[in-house]
């Protein structure tokens, strides 16, 4: 069983449209994140969720709007998608919100067009 | 906030050759270190951590890292490379600093180093 999945892994849409990217883990931890990885394959942190509870957001454009149902799940809804906006986001979480050991999802790679 | 420099890009061995890549950290105090790895389309795995105590670690596949306080360093290494090893690096530092609850550990990674082993 995959530990912390992500869908769908690949993902073309136009300018403009809204999507959405899911993730779940199934290892029972509290703590789960979004990362984004540009081109140059840099990856920085965009949200964090602590049982539900948003406990990290970053300088992140507020198109960018990530929900979390329960603690084993959050999910990235993207509105109004821009070029820019290319990229691969990783899922990840941890066991709390200290993060001393993150486990990542396979990634999604979003493409613009 | 802290930050994350890796210096080689881009690093291309042949198999069986040694591998050392650079890792340094901004500042001091007590830090949590991480090599990630990152193997073609696939998910980040960690291979080693350091938390305290021995600042030579050991990790996974035969990879270890130093950890240098004095030169804000953690240098992954491993005696002997194989094509299997061909992957990205990155090199992490758990962040702690501005954050509302102290206990709220950010991941700040390096910008990568592509390893390219060849047969």
């Known amino acids: 069983d995959t530990a912390v999945s992500q869908t769908p892994k690949y993902l073309v849409t136009q300018m403009g449209n809204d999507k959405s990217i899911k993730c779940e883990q199934n290892?029972?931890?509290?703590?789960m994140y979004w990362y984004k990885q540009d081109s140059k394959k840099f990856l920085k942190i965009m949200f964090s969720?602590?049982?539900?509870?948003?406990?990290i957001n970053e300088t992140v454009p507020n198109r960018f709007s990530p929900k979390s149902p329960d603690k084993a799940h959050l999910n990235l809804h993207i509105n109004s998608l821009e070029l820019g906006d290319s990229a691969v986001y990783f899922c990840?979480?941890?066991?709390?919100?200290?993060?001393?050991?993150?486990?990542f999802g396979q990634g999604t790679r979003l493409t613009v067009v | 906030a802290q930050s994350v420099s890796q210096h080689n890009h881009h690093v291309i061995l042949s198999e069986a050759a040694s591998l050392e890549l650079g890792c340094n950290y901004s500042?001091?105090?007590?830090?949590?270190l991480f090599w990630y790895v990152q193997y073609p389309g696939q998910h980040l795995q960690l291979l080693l951590k350091?938390?305290?105590?021995?600042?030579l670690v050991k990790g996974i596949k035969g990879f270890e890292a130093e950890f240098i306080k004095s030169k804000f360093s953690f240098n992954l290494r491993k005696p002997s490379v194989q094509w299997s090893d061909t992957a990205e690096y990155f090199c992490?530092?758990?962040?702690?600093?501005?954050?509302?609850?102290?206990?709220?550990?950010?991941?700040?990674f390096g910008q990568g180093t592509t390893l390219q082993v060849k047969p």
């Open positions: 990840a979480s941890s066991q709390d919100q200290s993060n001393t050991e993150a486990f």
């Open positions: 290892l029972g931890h509290d703590t």
């Open positions: 969720y602590n049982n539900k509870e948003l406990i």
């Open positions: 500042y001091g105090g007590t830090v949590n």
């Open positions: 350091y938390f305290s105590g021995d600042p």
């Open positions: 992490a530092v758990l962040d702690f600093s501005g954050r509302k609850r102290s206990n709220t550990g950010k991941l700040i």
